[in-house]
């Protein structure tokens, strides 16, 4: 009798063993190269859990920024890149990591500095005239100095401005951290910092720090959307990825980033290509 029992507990554990094995394989999953503010302004935790209820498909973030989300792209380490730096998309395109780039959504960067505004930027709708009178008064700055974006898009500015900026200048400080950190520094300082709107209205600790520059069309903050060549690397989930992509431009994910709010205010607008 007890050789049986053993026998019979022994079987019922094989099986559960067996269909627990069965399910994991059936399991579907991608990985998700994407930027700090996707993942930080709480987008994800949003849509990701619609979307695996209509597809089935779990979607795994690693959350960084966007120079380091292509380079992750590039080893083939995940299926789809999520990112918001154009110019560095399209050459992601042209050396062959991707065959296309899908635009998906936009929201805006904003210029924050301390209420006292110590350069006197405040209401401008100028972002280089802004920047240029923050390097005039050598007022503090916090740049992320992290290759994403964010950061792309400053020094861009930084560069239109006419001025060179360097870490090792008394004023201007580099974090090497996603928005969020980079935030709680600019905080800490007092410091003018720029970053994307929608971190910014997820952001708790503002201490003195508000808005003061917004509104200039070079602000614009673009986001697209890759599938990682299949070819290239043939462990990439093609059929997967795909899907998520074409949830993501599809009239039901497009009004599921539009109806994500914080505080009642839209962070993110989706404007994918019919």
Not at 15 to 42: D, M, P, W
Request: proline share 3%.
């Amino acid at each position: 009798m007890k050789l049986r029992l053993t026998r019979t507990i022994a079987i019922t554990i094989t099986s559960i063993a067996l269909l627990s094995t069965s399910c994991f394989a059936q399991e579907k999953n991608i990985v998700v190269a994407s930027t700090t503010s996707t993942e930080q302004s709480g987008l994800y935790g949003y849509i990701l859990p619609i979307f695996k209820k209509q597809s089935g498909i779990d979607v795994k973030v690693v959350a960084v920024g966007t120079g380091q989300a292509l380079d992750i792209g590039r080893r083939g380490d995940a299926d789809v890149v999520f990112v918001h730096d154009k110019p560095a998309e399209e050459k992601f395109v042209h050396e062959g990591y991707a065959t296309k780039r899908i635009e998906v959504m936009y929201n805006d960067f904003v210029l924050l500095g301390p209420k006292s505004d110590p350069a006197k930027v405040g209401g401008g709708k100028d972002i280089q005239v802004a920047f240029q009178k923050i390097a005039k008064t050598q007022a503090s700055f916090v740049s992320r100095g992290d290759r994403s974006g964010t950061n792309e898009a400053e020094l861009r500015y930084w560069k239109d401005a006419g001025i060179e900026v360097s870490p090792t200048s008394s004023w201007y400080k580099e974090t090497g951290s996603g928005m969020g950190p980079a935030l709680n520094t600019a905080s800490a300082m007092n410091a003018y910092i720029l970053s994307d709107r929608s971190t910014w209205l997820s952001f708790k600790n503002r201490g003195d720090l508000e808005i003061l520059v917004q509104g200039d069309p070079k602000l614009f903050n673009q986001y697209g959307v890759m599938l990682v060549n299949p070819v290239m690397f043939t462990q990439v989930k093609k059929v997967e990825g795909q899907a998520f992509i074409d949830w993501l431009v599809s009239k039901d994910g497009q009004e599921t980033i539009a109806s994500y709010k914080v505080g009642g205010e839209q962070l993110f607008f989706p404007n994918a290509k019919k």
